[in-house]
């Protein structure tokens, strides 16, 4: 079971509570003075933002918190005493008639305290539950083998309890020096096996348990893993290496350097996906009548289908088909993407000339969206046989699959920097895989809503596909 998933419930449910809280309180204590809907529903949501930030920056969104109802009843209560004294500050200094919400202050904070006390304790019993079943571990592999491995292996297992769960190891060297079995755990392979089964396997966790001495083994092992959505630790049990305590990360009792993290936390994939279902839902619903008319003139004007289905890679390189306007007559249509589509090519249907260079072609990819596939703002999804001068991209940019550490959006940081449309040259391919890194790297909230602001305005000044 997904962590961030759980994380993300546990975000929406606390707001839920807090502004259904609000609106009981306002309902049995209304104001005249506050009966504008716009200002009740900011002073609802601004408040629960504030309170869910506040519980956030106390580490309360977190598995093992959220397992401990009793402490979640106070950090709950305290996070939302804090947001709305905030708020009351805040109206003060604006300025602002503050009476009609001080009137009721007291009953929302009540009854949004009470829902989410109720949350919690719900959400404690199943994720203590989940917990012992082993449904929430991080799924992990050791590289290497011989006594480090055994004996961090052996200490793993007393200690960690069931926040991980152990498939196996990977190690180059032979059944001499590194045995085929350590305990009830087998060697699956060697290190040129290690991506390809992280990413069929959804590892979530990997652990170095080589000497800090063996530094070419070690680059090694980085070059081929810094593509993968997984943390990546390296063992300090038993290292003469002494740094302070706060340098390590702890599983069970064991310490560990950290070398990668993933792109985003399960914080940061809980709220980006709920900022995805939400604006997806609300822009399917908003262009429903766009949405309608596109496919009419589709249908029309050309025999087939309304929408093309592509398979592009999507996040740690799995494979969706992604869901788009039929812009070629049925066919002439490319599932594989092996030939760009280029000026005046007759492959394209009139409507689809008019589709592809507007970008509406890709608003069916909305509901890739609601279905978790893509997210709105992202690295944009290649097809597998698109290429650049001849050559796929993954032999013309190193480090290309990197950009799969997300999942792909419909518009991205290359996007609005002006590296949209035909991909024909090394340069193109290479601008927008470095700018999908820089997206990765940097991500945040801001910095997607960003993009989402630029990203009409680029499709008029930036040029489209064909």
């Not at 480090?148 to 990977?170: K, N, P, S």
Request: glycine share 8%; with cysteine; aromatic share 8%.
């Amino acid at each position: 079971m997904s962590q961030s998933t759980v994380i993300a419930v546990i975000l929406l449910l606390d707001g839920l509570s807090i502004v259904t809280g609000g609106l009981i309180a306002f309902g049995h204590r209304p104001a005249p003075a506050f009966a504008s809907p716009f200002n009740l529903a900011a002073t609802l949501f601004l408040v629960a933002l504030a309170a869910m930030l506040i519980i956030r920056a106390r580490w309360g969104y977190t598995i093992p918190a959220l397992s401990q109802a009793m402490r979640q009843a106070g950090e709950t209560g305290l996070a939302l005493l804090l947001a709305l004294a905030a708020f009351l500050v805040i109206c003060v200094f604006a300025e602002t008639d503050v009476v009609p919400v001080r009137n009721w202050a007291g009953l929302w904070f009540i009854c949004g305290w009470l829902g989410c006390i109720c949350t919690r304790a719900a959400a404690a019993l199943l994720i203590t539950r989940w917990r012992k079943a082993g449904r929430l571990a991080r799924r992990t592999v050791v590289v290497g083998g011989g006594d480090i491995a055994e004996d961090l292996i052996a200490r793993l297992d007393r200690t960690a309890g069931e926040a991980i769960q152990i498939l196996g190891m990977f190690d180059d060297r032979d059944k001499l020096r590194s045995p085929e079995k350590i305990g009830r755990y087998v060697k699956l392979g060697r290190f040129d096996d290690l991506v390809a089964f992280c990413r069929e396997q959804r590892v979530d966790l990997l652990i170095i348990a080589l000497p800090l001495g063996a530094e070419e083994r070690i680059l090694l092992l980085l070059k081929k893993l810094w593509v993968l959505p997984v943390d990546v630790r390296i063992s300090a049990l038993g290292s003469k290496l002494k740094l302070r305590a706060r340098s390590y990360n702890y599983i069970g009792d064991v310490p560990f350097l950290p070398l990668f993290d993933k792109p985003m936390s399960d914080w940061s994939v809980a709220l980006k996906g709920i900022e995805d279902r939400v604006i997806s839902a609300m822009a399917l619903v908003i262009l429903s009548p766009l949405l309608a008319a596109i496919a009419l003139a589709v249908k029309l004007t050309s025999p087939g289908p309304v929408f093309f289905r592509q398979a592009r890679y999507g996040f740690n390189n799995e494979r969706i088909d992604v869901l788009k306007f039929r812009s070629m007559y049925t066919d002439m249509s490319d599932f594989t993407a092996a030939k760009q589509v280029t000026r005046d090519d007759p492959r394209v249907t009139r409507v689809g000339r008019f589709l592809r260079r507007s970008s509406l072609d890709e608003l069916p990819q909305l509901i890739n969206v609601l279905r978790g596939e893509l997210s709105l703002v992202g690295p944009r999804p290649h097809a597998l046989q698109a290429h650049a001068d001849g050559h796929i991209y993954d032999q013309v940019v190193e480090g290309y699959f990197a950009r799969h550490k997300v999942k792909p959006g419909i518009t991205g940081w290359a996007q609005v920097s002006g590296w949209r449309g035909e991909t024909d040259t090394v340069e193109k391919i290479e601008q927008r895989v470095a700018h999908d890194l820089f997206y990765i790297e940097n991500w945040s909230l801001l910095f997607d809503l960003r993009i989402l602001i630029q990203t009409p305005l680029s499709l008029v000044t930036t040029k489209n596909a064909y």
